[in-house]
Each structure stands twice: as structure tokens, then as C-alpha cells.
């Protein structure tokens, strides 16, 4: 694509939120990102939270972290680009051994995959031995190896309802585990300590449980309840959207939740006045670029330091120097694959 259409393009989607001059120099960067795509014969997989002049100019594909790992798994590229943080670099180097993998930056963290490690994994599955032990995406390649299924937000339900099982180990995000064990019926657990081998079931008093972990997102879990009421007085017909990634009690006074993906769709079937999303701050901003006819209120200050450093320069420069290549090493691999199958066996399909 030419500078030209790729300018026309983002300065249709973003006119109204950036200086015309900045578009132009955004386009060009974009067109550069074009060129080097085809000599590298490289995919770029772009992350709804992605900065919006990326978003809506470089990636093949953009969706959640379930959309992209379907992506990556299907690609017939030498090379992905994966705009977005480690663990979903990681995750499609998991499916694609013999691709290299780019992220545009040198770090790419994110709180919840820091909050757990592979060796507490290995704790909780000596202390409740036989327990099923489903992990969250995020979370690194060494996790996943650990534990017998993945999930993301837009499977979470769907991927332990699957494990027929009364006691589940769900990891790391403390939050996400609360919702999911609200729609499934199941009583949650947070050890304040990693319980010791042999230690008694947990919840020996109830019928149904799920041991989750303290790990937060530290975007998602700035929202409170208070945030909703005061929005809903000032605008009495305002949808709001939150991700499950928020507290329990906020996805309570919410009107809808769901993964990133599921909150896009609901916007565009919704025939509300306004929306408000619960959600890291360039979604908002991605979805209004897309439905300009949709109003949504700008109150988001919530930007994930994480994503935000990636940017069109620096997935320019991943692709003009390779860099940054992440590799998962064979044997964690292997065995955090098989986590990552089970996942994408349960569904849901996208289109
Ligand atoms: S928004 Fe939260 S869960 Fe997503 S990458 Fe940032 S810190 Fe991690």
C-alpha cells in the first residue's frame, strides 16, 4: 500500500483525534512497515490495545489474545510480528517452532504472567495432586508448560466447564478466576500462602471450588465501582462495558463483560446513546475510529504502560534490523503446547 491510501485511510478513521501533519508522518511510517512486510515475508498480528494509527494501518489481522493465537497458528509466513506483549509473542513461537518470531520491543511485560512462577505451579499441583490446573494465557511460556489448559477471557468459562471436575486450579489472575467461578457456580479460594504437599482439599466445607491465585492486572484493576456511578449520574443512558480482567464487583455493575473482542461486538449491535468501556484506554479509541456514528465517553486515563511501548517505529524497526526474536526453549515448549491445544480445541471458533 502507498503512502497516499494509507494516509486517506487513518485520516478518515482518525482525523478527529490527531493533527493532520502527524497522520502524514504516521502514513509514511506505515508504508515503509508495508514494504519491508512482503521482502520479509512476514504476518503482523495487531492487538486491540494497540496504539490507534497502528492499529488501523499495519496488521493482517487484529483481534484478542484467543483471535491471535488462532491467527498465528494458521500463518503460512516465515516471520510474525506480534504487536502486542511477551506472553502473546511467546505463545505464537509455542505453535510455530520453526517461524521466527518478532516483538517489536525489548521488554513487553505484563503483571499478571510476572505474578506466577513455573515453580509455583509445580507447588500447587504437589499440594492438590489430581487437581486440574487451568492457566490464563498470560502468562509465560515456562507457566503454561506447567498446566493442563489455557484460557483468555473470551474462553475462560467454556475451558473449565470443559474439565468436568468439582476443584479447579485457575491462575494467576485473581479477578478473572472470581468472575468465571460466578458463572460457574464454583466457590473461590485464594491461599494467602503456597500450600504445602499434602495439604488438605481445599474448601472441604463446599461442594464446588476454585483455587485462584493473587496475581491483577494493574490496568484493569484501577476501575471501581465508584467510576460507574458517577459516570451512570451524570449519563443515565450510558452502556458500560467491563473486562472480566476487572474486580467482581465492577463487572457486577456493569451491563455487559467479555474478552476485548466480545466488548467490540457488543458495541456494534448495541443501539445505546453512549458507551463507557471498563477496558484499557486505546480500545475505546480503536473502536471509535472503526464506528464513528458510536459515542463513547472519553473518561479513560488507563493506558497499559506495557503496550504502549510498541508503536509504529518501533514494529518498523523489529522488521528492518529482526529484532526482537523470542525464543521458547524445546522442552518447555512441547509441554506448553499441549496446554495451548487443549485451548484452541474447546473453542469458541472464530470467523
Ligand atoms: S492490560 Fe493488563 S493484562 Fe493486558 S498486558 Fe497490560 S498489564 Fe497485562
Not at 149 to 175: G, H, M, Q, R
Request: a negative charge.
Amino acid at each position: 500500500m502507498q503512502v497516499e491510501e494509507i494516509y486517506l485511510n487513518l485520516r478518515d478513521k482518525l482525523g478527529d483525534v490527531m493533527p493532520e501533519g502527524e497522520i502524514l508522518l504516521k502514513a509514511e511510517v506505515a508504508a515503509e512497515i508495508q514494504k519491508l512486510k512482503v521482502e520479509r515475508d512476514a504476518v503482523i498480528l495487531g492487538h486491540n490495545y494497540m496504539e490507534p494509527a497502528l492499529f488501523h494501518s499495519v496488521p493482517d489481522f487484529q483481534g484478542d489474545s484467543l483471535e491471535l493465537s488462532r491467527r498465528a497458528a494458521e500463518t503460512d509466513k516465515s516471520v510474525i510480528v506480534f504487536c502486542g506483549v511477551r506472553f502473546m509473542a511467546e505463545t505464537a513461537k509455542i505453535l510455530n517452532p520453526s517461524k521466527t518470531v518478532l516483538l517489536p520491543t525489548e521488554k513487553g511485560g505484563c503483571s499478571l504472567a510476572e505474578s506466577i512462577t513455573a515453580a509455583d505451579v509445580r507447588a500447587l499441583r504437589a499440594a492438590y495432586p489430581g487437581v486440574p490446573i487451568v492457566t490464563y494465557i498470560n502468562t509465560y511460556a515456562d507457566v503454561k508448560a506447567e498446566c493442563d489448559i489455557c484460557c483468555t477471557s473470551s474462553n475462560a468459562v467454556a475451558v473449565v466447564e470443559s474439565l468436568k471436575s468439582d476443584t479447579v486450579i485457575f491462575l494467576p489472575d485473581e479477578y478473572l478466576a472470581r468472575n468465571v467461578a460466578r458463572e460457574t457456580g464454583l466457590h473461590v479460594i485464594v491461599p494467602s500462602v503456597l500450600p504445602k504437599p499434602g495439604a488438605p482439599r481445599p474448601g472441604t466445607d463446599v461442594e464446588h471450588v476454585m483455587v485462584a491465585w493473587k496475581g491483577r492486572c494493574e490496568v484493569h484493576e484501577l476501575f471501581t465501582t465508584e467510576d460507574i456511578d458517577s459516570v451512570r449520574k451524570q449519563f443515565p443512558d450510558v452502556m458500560i462495558l467491563a473486562h472480566p480482567e476487572c474486580s467482581p464487583e465492577v463487572v457486577a455493575k456493569a451491563d455487559f463483560s467479555g474478552s476485548t473482542t466480545a466488548m467490540i461486538k457488543a458495541v456494534e449491535k448495541s443501539n445505546a446513546k453512549r458507551y463507557l468501556l471498563l477496558t484499557e484506554c486505546s480500545m475505546g479509541d480503536n473502536i471509535v475510529a472503526a464506528n464513528p456514528e458510536k459515542e463513547m465517553l472519553r473518561l479513560c486515563s488507563h493506558r497499559c504502560p506495557h503496550m504502549h511501548e510498541i508503536t509504529l517505529e518501533q514494529t518498523r524497526d523489529s522488521l528492518r534490523y529482526m529484532r526482537w526474536v523470542i525464543d521458547v526453549p524445546e522442552e518447555i515448549r512441547v509441554r506448553a503446547l499441549k496446554s495451548v491445544e487443549r485451548m484452541l480445541a474447546v473453542g469458541p471458533k472464530i470467523d
